[in-house]
């Protein structure tokens, strides 16, 4: 049996509805069922993902290699797209669509500059899933930022979510904001006025009605929040370096953190962290960023199979 995800492109969740979303959701943990009870999927076989990255990237490709390998498929890989691939000697991201489809069942990219996964996908007749474009989106994050919240939370409707740091540049929160908002979340934004979240998503999200407040200090959003989700100040966005010193160590979570924090806070990070959460906080229960990395092998094994039509 295929979906309506067979043969479809992942760049932006707004193109997805709220059957496809849970649909995702669904398979992902029937797949989880299967790994935690020792059992192997093969629904992948002889399938091939390609994976383009132009911007560095660890969990992101690790976990898309991953979810592909475990389900029996194989994948071919540009190591460093941006200067070991013929985009280096001027080939359009369009162009590199147009070989990718006859390698590959599937290609994934990330690359610097926004709209280009839409360009590889504007190129190839086979699915393409965005690991990031530039400042843009980031759904594949934002979907395993929602099966946590799920997992951790048991749901997400009515939760206030706390988005804090680079709201600007972060494609993460980009994503996550209008999926959290669809399904019934509220959310406090806590950033420097500099990187403030863009005014089109945040006055898109309070057309529909979605609640908002913005509390630039950490210390009060934290006592109203259910989940922080923390980001990294985005320093490859920043055109000028001295404003990168200037806001780069603007948020720090500590214990103290913690302590202030309404009961149960969940925290969360998409990673790479740098000096935004302490590693003192790690050992706390609700620290959930490691688990989060986690759950993006299922959660890209269930997008892998339903664009292939091998769910
Ligand atoms: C994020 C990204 O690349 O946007 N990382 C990730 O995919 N887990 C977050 C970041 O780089 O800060």
Redesign the pocket.
């Known amino acids: 049996m295929t979906t309506s995800l067979f043969g479809k492109d992942i760049l932006d969740l707004q193109l997805l509805s709220d059957d496809e979303i849970r649909l995702i959701m669904d398979t992902t943990a029937r797949y989880e069922k299967v790994m935690q009870n020792g059992g192997r999927l093969m629904n992948l076989y002889g399938k091939t993902l390609a994976t383009l990255f132009y911007e560095p990237?660890t969990?992101?490709r690790l976990s898309f290699e991953t979810a592909m390998l475990k389900m029996g498929g194989s994948v071919i890989s540009v190591a460093d797209a941006k200067t070991s691939s013929s985009a280096k000697k001027g080939e359009t991201v369009y162009d590199t669509g147009k070989m990718i489809e006859s390698y590959s069942d599937v290609a994934v990219i990330r690359h610097p500059v926004t709209g280009s996964a839409k360009e590889l996908a504007d190129g190839s007749d086979k699915p393409v899933i965005n690991a990031?474009d530039g400042a843009g989106q980031?759904p594949t994050?934002a979907l395993l930022d929602l099966y946590t919240i799920l997992k951790e939370k048991g749901k997400i409707e009515g939760l206030t979510l706390c988005l804090a740091g680079d709201l600007k540049n972060?494609?993460?929160v980009h994503s996550g904001a209008a999926l959290f908002a669809r399904m019934g979340a509220k959310f406090i934004f806590t950033a420097p006025e500099a990187l403030a979240m863009p005014d089109e998503i945040t006055e898109s999200l309070r057309k529909k009605g979605v609640e908002i407040e913005i509390i630039p200090d950490l210390m009060q959003a934290v006592k109203k929040a259910d989940v922080l989700y923390m980001?990294?100040i985005?320093q490859e966005r920043f055109e000028d370096p001295a404003e990168y010193e200037r806001l780069k160590g603007s948020y720090e979570v500590t214990l103290d953190t913690v302590k202030a924090a309404k009961k149960g806070l969940t925290i969360m990070h998409?990673?790479?962290r740098v000096t935004e959460i302490k590693t003192e906080v790690d050992s706390y229960e609700g620290a959930a960023y490691f688990r989060q990395a986690a759950n993006g092998v299922p959660v890209r094994m269930a997008l892998l199979a339903l664009v292939c039509g091998c769910e």
Do not use: D
């Open positions: 990237s969990r992101t990031g980031h994050q972060g494609r993460t980001t990294r985005q998409p990673l790479p």
